[in-house]
């Protein structure tokens, strides 16, 4: 069963790019799926870093009141 599933997952990731290798379409489909995941990454990163960096200023002024 095991065997199976990942002879499975060879071909399918096989045949996957041969598709994308040879079609037009298909390779333009996935390089702006990959900008796309890639800007929304970006956008989560810089909230993400905006808010730590939020917490620390907030966490320094407690410091310095107390």
């Known amino acids: 069963m095991e065997k199976m599933f990942c002879l499975g997952l ?3 990731a096989v045949g996957g790019a041969l598709i994308v290798a040879n079609s037009y379409k298909a390779r333009s ?3 702006k799926s990959q ?3 890639m800007e929304r ?3 989560m990163m810089d909230e993400k ?3 730590d ?3 620390n200023i907030m966490g ?3 410091k310095k009141s107390s």
């Open 10 to 12: 060879v071909f399918g």
């Open 29 to 31: 489909l996935v390089k």
């Open 35 to 37: 900008a796309e995941v």
């Open 41 to 43: 990454v970006n956008e």
């Open 49 to 51: 870093l905006a808010q």
């Open 53 to 55: 960096s939020g917490e």
């Open 60 to 62: 320094k002024k407690q």
